[in-house]
């Protein structure tokens, strides 16, 4: 189970933060995070939001609680992307290396076969 949180925005909407483990553990080749991810999802509520990542293959996501909700500047970055969904690496223990937020379809790449 993933640790995440959300909120709710003044126009209904909601932004959905879940801190996940390595991709590359769970069968996404070809992903670039070496630690857990942090992904971000802006939608209509939370069911349509745990949707969306569900959608993209990643099965088993579920949100309960609000233990890890996102925080204004992550709010913003999500708002300010045309997919309303992106990623970065998590912090590991409360360590925050600045990263830029990423398109979800760079976590999900296939590798591209080598000859």
Not at 90 to 96: K, L
Request: hydrophobic residues 45%.
């Amino acid at each position: 189970m993933a640790a995440g949180g959300f909120c709710k925005l003044p126009n209904g909407s909601v932004v959905v933060a879940l801190n996940l483990p390595s991709p590359a553990a769970d069968g996404f080749a070809g992903s670039t995070a070496p630690g857990g991810v942090r992904v971000l999802v802006h939608a209509q509520n939370r069911a349509r939001a745990l949707t969306r990542l569900r959608n993209l293959g990643m099965r088993a996501i579920y949100l309960r609680g609000n233990a890890a909700p996102p925080t204004p500047d992550e709010i913003t970055a999500v708002l300010h992307h045309p997919d309303g969904l992106i990623w970065r690496t998590a912090p590991d223990n409360g360590v925050t290396v600045i990263e830029l937020w990423r398109p979800i379809r760079s976590l999900l790449r296939r590798p591209t076969p080598q000859a």
